[in-house]
């Protein structure tokens, strides 16, 4: 049973480039929660979401910020018009089910970005 | 004040040390994860935790939930055991994790 599974695992972009991130979740996984690493600080949730449905985006920033997840296909984050404070690891995990019903979250590699 | 505070930021230790690390949380939680980072590595998971004690070869985590403490213990450390150690709870109201800053483990030959 492969892991999750996040690429690319690196990304350049210039600034106002869209930058597109895919997570696979684990086989049989249908919930998905996208993290951010600025560098030097801590991870911070971003989005949660459930195949076709955004759970809780209470963390994802009001603007160029979007994440899906079809029924079909990994999850996407994407992020328009990319700055320089954008750079950062994002990572995506999954769960077979809300974790409030003590299911473990299992992280992918990350996805590291840099904005040039 | 951040909702999940670790002690220490940063330790060394030498190889064969007993290494302690702490987390306080200020939150009603349904469990507590404790993870490691490699640098410029990914995230792997080493505990769940909703009461008492787990144990996985040379780690040992502990939480105290009517204390809202939970401690991460290496025993007979070695210097693959250098990472990022990261504390995150999990709140009633909510799937998502809040994550500490993370305590930078050291160890060395």
């Known amino acids: 049973n492969a892991g999750v599974m996040q690429n690319p695992r690196h990304l350049v972009r210039r600034r106002g480039q869209e930058a597109r991130l895919r997570c696979s979740p684990m086989k049989g996984h249908s919930h998905v929660y996208w993290y951010r690493q600025l560098p030097e600080e801590g991870l911070k949730f971003m989005v949660y979401l459930q195949k076709e449905n955004i759970i809780d985006e209470s963390g994802m920033p009001k603007e160029r910020f979007s994440a899906e997840f079809p029924k079909e296909g990994p999850s996407i984050l994407r992020i328009q018009q990319v700055v320089r404070g954008d750079s950062a690891a994002y990572f995506c995990?999954?769960?077979?089910?809300?974790?409030?019903?003590?299911?473990?979250?299992?992280f992918g590699p990350g996805t590291r970005l840099t904005v040039t | 004040k951040n909702e999940v505070e670790q002690s220490p930021q940063n330790l060394t230790a030498q190889e064969g040390e007993f290494i302690t690390i702490n987390c306080s949380y200020s939150?009603?939680?349904?469990?507590l994860h404790w993870l490691q980072q490699h640098p410029g590595g990914g995230i792997v998971s080493l505990f769940m935790?909703?009461?008492g004690k787990k144990k996985h070869g040379r780690l040992i985590a502990t939480i105290n939930i009517q204390e809202k403490h939970s401690s991460l213990h290496i025993t007979a450390s070695h210097p693959r055991d250098s990472a990022v150690y990261i504390c995150a709870v999990r709140s009633y109201n909510t799937d998502k994790l809040i994550f500490g800053t993370g305590t930078r483990l050291q160890v060395f030959p």
């Open positions: 995990a999954s769960s077979p089910g809300r974790t409030g019903g003590s299911y473990e979250q299992y």
């Open positions: 939150v009603g939680i349904s469990a």
């Open positions: 935790l909703s009461s």
